[in-house]
């Protein structure tokens, strides 16, 4: 079955403790991108990927980094977590950039992150 | 400034009523996308339109490109339907989304 899965779930933590969000996809997509979802904010992009080793910056990069070492992991980084980074986040892949043949994307679950 | 505006926001219903939910943007397109937010879980992609009019089962959902505006209409509501509608200008400009409560 095609997916994104997104590890973990759900995680309430500290200020300050290292945290990493896993994001993996099994549909050989060369786009992935990281957004968070605040109330009245609608989803905002972080950063994005258009391939292994190619990253650029979202509208909100501040307090995260990503990699992208392989083609189908995506994996979202807090170094030093802190309370506005409390939301909801979405990874997302489609095989080509939104915008690039309006291939739709494929959406995670979504994390639930609670910074303390 | 957000470049994708919902209406409304809230949207309360019984069920099979007719429901409609628009989206306006100011630039231009090359594809609207309607997404559909679960409770809990996660989001999925309903329609991609670029012009005209599509439909999939009981969701339809229209575009006028002159006017900038689409719309994502309901028929025959179901207490299942109730999410949150999300549209997207080019799947980088996301609205706020509308929330939908169909109530049996």
């Known amino acids: 079955e095609a997916q994104v899965t997104q590890n973990p779930r759900y995680l309430i933590t500290v200020t300050g403790k290292k945290l990493t969000v896993t994001c993996s996809q099994n549909?050989?997509?060369?786009?992935m991108s990281w957004y968070r979802q605040d109330p009245g904010l609608g989803l905002r992009q972080i950063y994005y990927s258009m391939n292994v080793e190619v990253t650029d910056k979202g509208d909100v990069p501040e307090g995260y980094k990503v990699s992208r070492k392989e083609k189908r992991n995506f994996p979202l980084i807090l170094e030093s977590p802190s309370p506005n980074q409390t939301s909801l986040y979405f990874c997302a892949s489609s095989l080509y950039p939104p915008g690039w043949g309006n291939q739709p994307q494929h959406f995670g679950d979504g994390t639930r992150l609670s910074i303390l | 400034k957000n470049e994708v505006e919902q209406s409304p926001q809230n949207l309360t219903a019984q069920e099979g009523e007719f429901i409609t939910i628009n989206c306006s943007y100011s630039v231009g397109i090359s594809a609207l996308h309607w997404l559909q937010q679960h409770p809990g879980g996660g989001i999925v992609s309903l329609f991609m339109l670029s012009s005209g009019k599509k439909k999939h089962g009981r969701l339809i959902a229209t575009i006028n490109i002159q006017e900038k505006h689409s719309s994502l209409h309901i028929t025959a509501s179901h207490p299942r339907d109730s999410a949150v509608y999300i549209c997207a200008r080019n799947q980088f400009y996301f609205g706020t989304g509308t929330s939908l409560t169909v109530i049996p």
């Open positions: 549909m050989n997509h060369e786009y």
